[in-house]
């Protein structure tokens, strides 16, 4: 369920904490009742959220692949160049959503100024989602060590006990879980004129 802001003078909704991260998991036209509909202004936000998790599954497979052993410096550089296009993508999406905050989000003066943008604080709560995903699978078993051009065995850094994978995932989880806690306050503040989100 969005925060419905009609009925406070808003005139537009912000998409629940609940909607958020099903967004996340979830293209927009799967998870919303009716895909075409013309009303649900929200629409915008929840497509950047989705959009924002892939850039940050993109960022990570890109990370992993610059640190891996085989890396040759030219793959190293191809792996940033993409981090750096991802990224610029993400600023884009964060834009995208702070401009709909502007334009759909009337602004009470007497509020208190919040520290992020809304764009900046969903950014923040994809990549932790992705964080939290990850670690999901941490518990995987090791893949056989290869070989070096010497015919030692190369070392894959530590290998993760379940006991270790299990709390680590228990942390991303437990970190997300927060980021969604303010995000909910923060849209309940500012539905309740209590805070005002910053535009820029």
């Known amino acids: 369920m969005a925060t419905d802001y009609t009925g406070t003078g808003f005139g537009a909704e912000l998409p629940s904490p609940t909607l958020l991260l099903r967004a996340f998991r979830e293209p927009v036209t799967d998870l919303l009742t009716d895909?075409?509909?013309?009303?649900?202004?929200?629409?915008?936000?929840?497509?950047?959220?989705?959009?924002?998790?892939?850039?940050?599954?993109?960022r990570h497979h890109a990370h992993?692949?610059?640190?891996?052993?085989?890396?040759?410096?030219?793959?190293?550089?191809?792996?940033?160049?993409?981090?750096?296009?991802?990224?610029?993508?993400?600023?884009?999406?964060?834009?995208?959503?702070?401009?709909?905050?502007?334009?759909n989000i009337p602004h009470r003066a007497g509020a208190s100024l919040h520290t992020e943008t809304l764009g900046a604080v969903i950014d923040r709560m994809a990549a932790k989602w992705v964080a939290a995903q990850q670690a999901l699978g941490t518990a995987t078993p090791e893949p056989p060590?290869?070989?070096?051009?010497?015919?030692?065995?190369?070392?894959?850094?530590?290998?993760?006990?379940?006991?270790?994978?299990?709390?680590?995932?228990?942390l991303q989880w437990y970190r997300l879980a927060?980021?969604?806690?303010?995000?909910?306050?923060?849209?309940?503040?500012?539905?309740?004129?209590?805070?005002?989100?910053?535009?820029?």
């Open 145 to 170: 060590r290869a070989k070096s051009a010497d015919g030692r065995r190369r070392r894959n850094g530590l290998r993760e006990t379940p006991r270790r994978a299990d709390s680590e995932a228990h």
């Open 64 to 103: 992993a692949e610059a640190h891996a052993a085989e890396a040759t410096p030219r793959r190293v550089a191809e792996c940033s160049r993409s981090v750096e296009d991802i990224d610029e993508r993400r600023t884009e999406l964060v834009a995208r959503i702070d401009d709909w905050v502007a334009i």
């Open 35 to 58: 895909p075409a509909d013309p009303l649900r202004r929200d629409r915008e936000i929840l497509e950047a959220a989705h959009d924002l998790v892939q850039c940050h599954e993109r």
């Open 178 to 200: 927060e980021l969604a806690d303010g995000y909910k306050d923060l849209i309940t503040d500012v539905a309740q004129h209590r805070r005002r989100l910053p535009v820029w």
